[in-house]
Nanobody
């Protein structure tokens, strides 16, 4: 079973940057078949989990409208690690951030992912 471990969260002021990392370990070295998506989700206190960014097996990237132009998702296949570079952070970006791996029919639908990390907290102060 693949495990995902996030890191890189922390507290920053509005306008600042953070880079989150998600390291994959265990299980097979790769995915059983194509069309997988690796994504970042976030969940703020009292709110539902929402998709932030995703990267398909083809390498194409996907972003929520709220983070377009500010966040960048990337992947280092050799290190089995993927990243979320977050710039121009806003207080509304405050949330627990999770990475996920799966074969969703729709990339921003959380039920389509079957492997999740434990989360890393991001707090943005004004």
């Amino acid at each position: 079973q693949v495990q995902l471990v996030e890191s890189g969260g922390g507290s920053v002021q509005a306008g600042g940057s953070l880079r989150l990392s998600c390291a994959a370990s265990g299980g097979n070295s790769g995915h059983a078949y194509g069309n997988y998506v690796i994504a970042w989700f976030r969940q703020a206190s009292g709110k539902e989990r929402e998709a932030v960014a995703g990267i398909r097996s083809t390498g194409s990237t996907l972003y929520a409208d709220s983070v377009k132009g500010r966040f960048t998702i990337s992947q280092d296949n050799a290190k089995k690690t993927f990243y979320l570079q977050m710039n121009s952070l806003k207080p509304e970006d405050t949330a627990m951030y999770y990475c996920a791996d799966g074969y969703p029919a729709v990339w921003d639908f959380s039920q389509g992912y079957d492997v999740w990390g434990q989360g890393t907290q991001v707090t943005v102060s004004s």
